[in-house]
């Protein structure tokens, strides 16, 4: 029986904001393994609002905290990149959207980790493929799909 080659993946986690809804190092690995495609060298970083909003201003032109920031280093091998989740954003929005935490942050790692990987959802096409990764995906990993709450919230307009 071949078994299949397990990816590599090195990870590391840095946490620069406290608190007890946070995920634990094996669940971030989790769940970069479950959109990972091939070998890399990733570091999620959770962020407070403050580190949130510099970083999106500085990088993206944007005066405010936003949930995930994806930052990629074109030609790495192997693939290598930054992924920032911003706390008190995916707090509001897990509240706002009446989903766990773990199910918001497993949501936003995997869009991450497909980021990093080439993905994008600038155009139409693009979005809709990527949302149909992150939706087997995510429920691959026992979490609701996000993309249809979010589409029947909106009266199945996106």
């Given amino acids: ?78 693939l290598t990149g930054d992924i920032a989740l911003c706390a008190p954003v995916v707090t509001r929005e897990a509240r706002e959207r009446g989903i766990s935490m773990k199910a918001c942050y497993a949501h936003l790692v995997v869009h991450g980790v497909l980021h990093l990987q080439g993905y994008d959802h600038q155009h139409h096409t693009e979005a809709l493929e990527m949302e149909k990764m992150e939706a087997q995906i995510i429920t691959r990993l026992g979490f609701p799909n996000p993309h249809e709450r979010e589409a029947s919230a909106m009266g199945g307009r996106k």
């Fill in 1 to 78: 029986m071949k078994t299949k080659p397990e990816k590599k993946l090195n990870l590391s986690v840095q946490y620069k904001v406290r608190g007890g809804n946070l995920p634990s190092r094996p669940q971030l690995r989790k769940w970069t393994l479950a959109a990972l495609k091939q070998p890399a060298q990733i570091t999620v970083r959770i962020v407070g609002e403050k580190e949130g909003r510099m970083l999106n201003r500085d990088f993206l032109n944007k005066n405010y905290a936003t949930d995930v920031l994806t930052f990629t280093y074109p030609g790495s091998r192997p």
